[in-house]
């Protein structure tokens, strides 16, 4: 089967793309479970989700940025037995992905008529979505499956010429998507709203729409962006989604179907109206106000759009990009009245020239940055996609134009924060790319028959097959490759957290810390907000009002509360990332406010690990668990055991500990055990404090509580090993019993 085939996929094809979709889901399985991102969004929106779900308020006292249709979501999840937990939200936004990435396929394939175009979409999409693994339960998953689902839907319904659905659906999806971010959900109602208006009979309501829509989009990024319009990654981003907006409007105004009227607007008015008031209906019941939801929903995230931001990284010659595709659309628009055929066919060609661009980006690894390179090459051609080739299909040309125009319209998501906001905005670039090329192969083979003979036509097809095939295995075995390394650990083994796997320091760390908090806190609380500490630990924060960046989205009266209920817990605890702290400080985002100078005054060290604090109020004294003190000896000059290691334990060993690895995996790694390490046992109480006289014990190594181990050894050396080494508690058959750390 080649590029210009138009028959659909006969059995092998479909089997072979079954398989691949099974072996993706699996490699994305496997990465889904191995990341996870120490700033700590995950933990944010679980505990939010998890507050609703018990009974909270939204905004009036669960905090989010957000609006409530990912919370009625998760609601229903919960209802319905999906534990609200890492490995839930991890399951659930793998789903997402998966079925993202196969309708997605699904829309190329059957839309370019191409089993290989499907191949190319399905290892695309997937290889694109691989930032997902660092955003679960994040709402972008929701965005990114309701987008996918405008697409695919669209596609199907308008391509058939069911007008009035395809309008319904938008509507639903617009609602759900302003009910989710309101600045996607806009981006979304702009693309609607475009798609008719430039869709429009002949008359003067379309000579007006046809002025305003291009008007508008060159106005839309220089409104939302003006608060740093300033900075020159802003200014760029401005001027290549305006030229890039523009040219989509005047090559849809100038070539696009014009069968609508007014009234084909309304199923889009209804249905969104329906899908909202049944959003909204859910948090109004459960103890929401509609001031709460105005706040919430519109007012909240209009005041925050810009606390935070993180640039494109836009190429030195973007601009002139951009330019020079607005002069190519502009001299396409003026040589088609003159020489059609030949201006058709040239289209054609940088259509087929684009995908190739697109397919060149999905080979460069990591898959994390498949989508930072699909967003350069992707808006300043989009005019292309839109350009309707001389005797095409007009309702075909009308299902294209809504994918480009939504498109469009997502790119914007990647302001004011590029991150996985690139990914969520700018994936639909993969199948538009891949429909547009297979039709533009079409489309010229039926031009060129004439003209060429007919293998130099098949071996062209032959050469688009391959090149799109090329692309799609080296995106998935690079998929595969990153999922294979990144699953090289060990099970993080936290309440909730199922299969999750971590490289065995940061498990380590992150054990430490839980177990910690377990023992020492009555609140815990953190900063930025980690609340996957709280999930794992099952200490309460100091309130509902919980966010990753509490100390620029919270309000003073917020923040004044957070403080009052930290006051009055002597044993509350605060976890600090210093590393974290001094990212958003070197982006001028330092944590300042009541709430962090309450901290800094207040709170004090009790331990630090990797660049975590472990911070008590000032003059409590805690003993950490799972935090090992390495020591030299007075021996040493007398030949006697010159190390010693004082390592806490604090909970029960599954098995007898039979030996101890301190730092797995390293060149000095040493190995304790009963041939070189003498062992004393001190019962601790479960706060740490010495609970009877040490006793001499026997390898392999039984506690039943907490306790204190006291190592003596004098070879092997461990004067060489890494600072803050993981230690490794290993039973009889090599399996581990429990992890931990030397402190610093």
Same mark, same amino acid.
């Given at each position: 089967?080649?590029?210009?085939?138009?028959?659909?996929?006969?059995?092998?094809?479909?089997?072979?793309?079954?398989?691949?979709?099974?072996?993706?889901?699996?490699?994305?399985?496997?990465?889904?479970?191995?990341?996870?991102?120490?700033?700590?969004?995950?933990?944010?929106?679980?505990?939010?989700?998890?507050?609703?779900?018990?009974?909270?308020?939204?905004?009036?006292?669960?905090?989010?940025?957000?609006?409530?249709?990912?919370?009625?979501?998760?609601?229903?999840?919960?209802?319905?037995?999906?534990?609200?937990?890492?490995?839930?939200?991890?399951?659930?936004?793998?789903?997402?992905?998966?079925?993202?990435?196969?309708?997605?396929?699904?829309?190329?394939?059957?839309?370019?008529?191409?089993?290989?175009?499907?191949?190319?979409?399905?290892?695309?999409?997937?290889?694109?979505?691989?930032?997902?693994?660092?955003?679960?339960?994040?709402?972008?998953?929701?965005?990114?499956?309701?987008?996918?689902?405008?697409?695919?839907?669209?596609?199907?319904?308008?391509?058939?010429?069911?007008?009035?659905?395809?309008?319904?659906?938008?509507?639903?999806?617009?609602?759900?998507?302003?009910?989710?971010?309101?600045?996607?959900?806009?981006?979304?109602?702009?693309?609607?709203?475009?798609?008719?208006?430039?869709?429009?009979?002949?008359?003067?309501?379309? +000579?007006? #729409?046809? !002025?305003?829509?291009? @008007?508008? *989009?060159? =106005?839309? &990024?220089?409104? %939302?962006?003006?608060?740093?319009?300033?900075?020159?990654?802003?200014?760029?981003?401005?001027?290549?989604?305006?030229?890039?907006?523009?040219?989509?409007?005047?090559?849809?105004?100038?070539?696009?179907?014009?069968?609508?009227?007014?009234?084909?607007?309304?199923?889009?008015?209804?249905?969104?109206?329906?899908?909202?008031?049944?959003?909204?209906?859910?948090?109004?019941?459960?103890?929401?106000?509609?001031?709460?939801?105005?706040?919430?929903?519109?007012?909240?995230?209009?005041?925050?759009?810009?606390?935070?931001?993180?640039?494109?990284?836009?190429?030195?010659?973007?601009?002139?990009?951009?330019?020079?595709?607005?002069?190519?659309?502009?001299?396409?628009?003026?040589?088609?009245?003159?020489?059609?055929?030949?201006?058709?066919?040239?289209?054609?060609?940088? +259509?087929? #020239?684009? !995908?190739?661009?697109? @397919?060149? *980006?999905? =080979?460069? &690894?990591?898959? %994390?940055?498949?989508?930072?390179?699909?967003?350069?090459?992707?808006?300043?051609?989009?005019?292309?996609?839109?350009?309707?080739?001389?005797?095409?299909?007009?309702?075909?040309?009308?299902?294209?134009?809504?994918?480009?125009?939504?498109?469009?319209?997502?790119?914007?998501?990647?302001?004011?924060?590029?991150?996985?906001?690139?990914?969520?905005?700018?994936?639909?670039?993969?199948?538009?790319?891949?429909?547009?090329?297979?039709?533009?192969?079409?489309?010229?083979?039926?031009?060129?028959?004439?003209?060429?003979?007919?293998?130099?036509?098949?071996?062209?097809?032959?050469?688009?097959?391959?090149?799109?095939?090329?692309?799609?295995?080296?995106?998935?075995?690079?998929?595969?490759?990153?999922?294979?390394?990144?699953?090289?650990?060990?099970?993080?083994?936290?309440?909730?957290?199922?299969?999750?796997?971590?490289?065995?320091?940061?498990?380590?760390?992150?054990?430490?810390?839980?177990?910690?908090?377990?023992?020492?806190?009555?609140?815990?609380?953190?900063?930025?907000?980690?609340?996957?500490?709280?999930?794992?630990?099952?200490?309460?924060?100091?309130?509902?009002?919980?966010?990753?960046?509490?100390?620029?989205?919270?309000?003073?009266?917020?923040?004044?509360?957070?403080?009052?209920?930290?006051?009055?817990?002597?044993?509350?605890?605060?976890?600090?990332?210093?590393?974290?702290?001094?990212?958003?400080?070197?982006?001028?985002?330092?944590?300042?406010?009541?709430?962090?100078?309450?901290?800094?005054?207040?709170?004090?060290?009790?331990?630090?690990?990797?660049?975590?604090?472990?911070?008590?109020?000032?003059?409590?004294?805690?003993?950490?668990?799972?935090?090992?003190?390495?020591?030299?000896?007075?021996?040493?000059?007398?030949?006697?055991?010159?190390?010693?290691?004082?390592?806490?334990?604090?909970?029960?060993?599954?098995?007898?500990?039979?030996?101890?690895?301190?730092?797995?995996?390293?060149?000095?790694?040493?190995?304790?055990?009963?041939?070189?390490?003498?062992?004393?046992?001190?019962?601790?109480?479960?706060?740490?404090?010495?609970?009877?006289?040490?006793?001499?014990?026997?390898?392999?190594?039984?506690?039943?509580?907490?306790?204190?181990?006291?190592?003596?050894?004098?070879?092997?050396?461990?004067?060489?090993?890494?600072?803050?080494?993981?230690?490794?508690?290993?039973?009889?058959?090599?399996?581990?019993?429990?992890?931990?750390?030397?402190?610093?």
């Amino acid at each position: 089967m080649n590029g210009a085939d138009s028959v659909r996929p006969r059995w092998p094809a479909t089997l072979l793309l079954a398989g691949a979709s099974a072996v993706l889901t699996t490699l994305a399985a496997s990465a889904m479970f191995a990341v996870f991102m120490f700033y700590d969004d995950e933990g944010y929106v679980l505990i939010s989700y998890r507050n609703f779900a018990e009974g909270g308020a939204l905004y009036g006292e669960i905090f989010s940025q957000y609006g409530p249709f990912p919370f009625v979501v998760h609601w229903l999840l919960h209802l319905a037995g999906l534990p609200l937990s890492h490995a839930g939200g991890r399951a659930f936004t793998l789903c997402l992905w998966v079925l993202v990435s196969l309708g997605l396929a699904a829309l190329a394939g059957r839309a370019a008529r191409s089993g290989t175009a499907g191949a190319f979409t399905l290892a695309g999409a997937f290889s694109c979505l691989f930032v997902m693994t660092s955003e679960p339960s994040h709402p972008g998953g929701l965005i990114v499956a309701l987008v996918a689902t405008a697409a695919v839907g669209g596609w199907f319904l308008l391509s058939r010429g069911q007008t009035g659905y395809g309008s319904a659906l938008a509507g639903a999806v617009t609602a759900a998507l302003l009910l989710t971010k309101i600045n996607v959900g806009l981006f979304a109602a702009v693309a609607t709203f475009a798609w008719h208006a430039l869709h429009l009979r002949e008359g003067r309501l379309r +000579r007006a #729409a046809i !002025a305003v829509v291009p @008007a508008g *989009c060159a =106005l839309l &990024p220089l409104l %939302l962006m003006r608060a740093k319009i300033s900075e020159p990654w802003v200014a760029t981003f401005a001027w290549v989604w305006g030229t890039a907006a523009v040219t989509v409007a005047m090559t849809i105004a100038t070539h696009g179907a014009r069968d609508l009227t007014p009234r084909s607007a309304a199923p889009a008015l209804v249905s969104g109206f329906v899908v909202a008031a049944a959003i909204l209906a859910v948090p109004l019941i459960r103890g929401s106000s509609p001031a709460d939801l105005l706040e919430g929903i519109v007012l909240g995230p209009l005041r925050n759009s810009v606390k935070f931001s993180h640039p494109v990284s836009w190429p030195p010659a973007m601009d002139w990009y951009a330019g020079v595709t607005l002069a190519m659309c502009v001299a396409a628009l003026i040589l088609r009245r003159h020489r059609p055929g030949a201006t058709d066919t040239a289209v054609a060609i940088l +259509r087929i #020239a684009y !995908a190739a661009g697109i @397919a060149l *980006c999905l =080979l460069r &690894p990591p898959p %994390l940055l498949v989508s930072f390179n699909l967003f350069i090459p992707t808006l300043p051609a989009l005019w292309l996609l839109a350009w309707r080739l001389e005797g095409g299909d007009p309702r075909t040309d009308s299902a294209r134009n809504w994918i480009v125009l939504l498109l469009l319209g997502q790119c914007l998501h990647a302001y004011p924060v590029a991150g996985s906001q690139v990914a969520w905005g700018c994936v639909l670039a993969i199948p538009a790319a891949a429909i547009g090329a297979w039709e533009a192969a079409r489309w010229l083979r039926a031009k060129w028959n004439a003209r060429f003979a007919p293998r130099t036509i098949r071996l062209a097809g032959s050469a688009l097959a391959l090149g799109a095939f090329v692309s799609a295995w080296v995106a998935g075995w690079n998929l595969g490759r990153e999922s294979i390394r990144r699953s090289d650990g060990v099970s993080l083994g936290l309440p909730g957290t199922g299969p999750m796997r971590q490289p065995v320091d940061s498990a380590a760390l992150l054990r430490v810390l839980t177990l910690n908090a377990t023992a020492h806190a009555d609140l815990l609380f953190s900063e930025p907000g980690m609340f996957s500490f709280n999930l794992w630990s099952g200490a309460p924060t100091p309130g509902p009002a919980n966010v990753t960046h509490w100390f620029s989205l919270l309000g003073e009266g917020r923040q004044r509360e957070i403080i009052r209920r930290l006051e009055g817990s002597p044993r509350a605890v605060v976890i600090t990332d210093q590393l974290h702290v001094e990212f958003l400080r070197n982006r001028g985002f330092a944590p300042a406010g009541p709430l962090h100078d309450f901290i800094t005054r207040e709170f004090e060290p009790a331990f630090r690990a990797a660049d975590m604090e472990f911070r008590v109020r000032r003059g409590r004294s805690i003993r950490p668990f799972l935090l090992a003190d390495l020591l030299e000896r007075a021996e040493s000059t007398q030949g006697g055991e010159r190390h010693l290691i004082r390592l806490p334990l604090l909970l029960r060993t599954g098995e007898p500990v039979a030996a101890i690895e301190l730092a797995p995996g390293h060149p000095a790694s040493v190995q304790l055990n009963g041939q070189n390490t003498r062992v004393e046992i001190t019962p601790l109480s479960p706060r740490g404090d010495p609970a009877g006289p040490a006793v001499e014990a026997r390898w392999p190594i039984v506690t039943s509580g907490p306790a204190l181990l006291s190592l003596y050894f004098s070879s092997p050396d461990p004067t060489r090993l890494p600072r803050e080494a993981t230690l490794l508690l290993k039973n009889a058959a090599g399996g581990e019993e429990a992890l931990a750390r030397l402190a610093p």
